[in-house]
């Protein structure tokens, strides 16, 4: 799509997010998404839209309790990305926020085993080594999300 005709489309804009970054035991907790329209599956981080008024850090956190329960854990922000992509045919426009969130065993241990979007939809999880992630890398979700945990990973 040309960017003239991206200007002409007025309900477009550009979305707020934050991604999150859970990292326990040298592995990252990242999102499976699947994208029927190119077939393509997909791995992000945990997140979603920055509200009106809310700052990026608690929309993080807000975002990690509503998806996984995860609530009360220190965050550190990473980088900050921008997609321009298009989805099940739509083409969309994001700058991400990434979060790195650290959680102990016990916490890993009473993850769920998938996650709930905020309209009760479910999506899988998957933990993974710096090795994984290397092996994925053209699946990864923004794909520059490896430079941030590469360091940080086994």
């Known amino acids: 799509m040309a960017h003239d005709d991206l200007k002409e489309n007025t309900t477009m804009k550009i979305r707020a997010k934050v991604i999150i970054s859970l990292i326990n035991q040298g592995q990252v907790l990242l999102a499976e998404g699947f994208d029927p329209v190119r077939d393509f599956r997909f791995y992000i981080p945990v997140g979603g839209g920055v509200e009106f008024g809310e700052t990026l850090e608690a929309a993080a956190k807000r975002e990690l309790s509503e998806e996984l329960g995860v609530t009360g854990h220190r965050l550190e922000f990473l980088n900050f990305h921008e997609s321009i992509f298009e989805f099940q045919g739509s083409p969309e426009h994001e700058i991400m926020f990434h979060y790195l969130c650290q959680i ?50 086994l």
């Open 104 to 153: 102990d065993d016990a916490v890993r241990e009473a993850l769920p085993e998938a996650g709930t979007e905020s309209d009760g939809e479910t999506f899988q999880v998957s933990w993974l080594s710096r090795n994984e992630l290397d092996a994925v890398r053209e699946k990864l979700v923004p794909p520059l999300i490896i430079d941030d945990l590469s360091s940080r990973l």
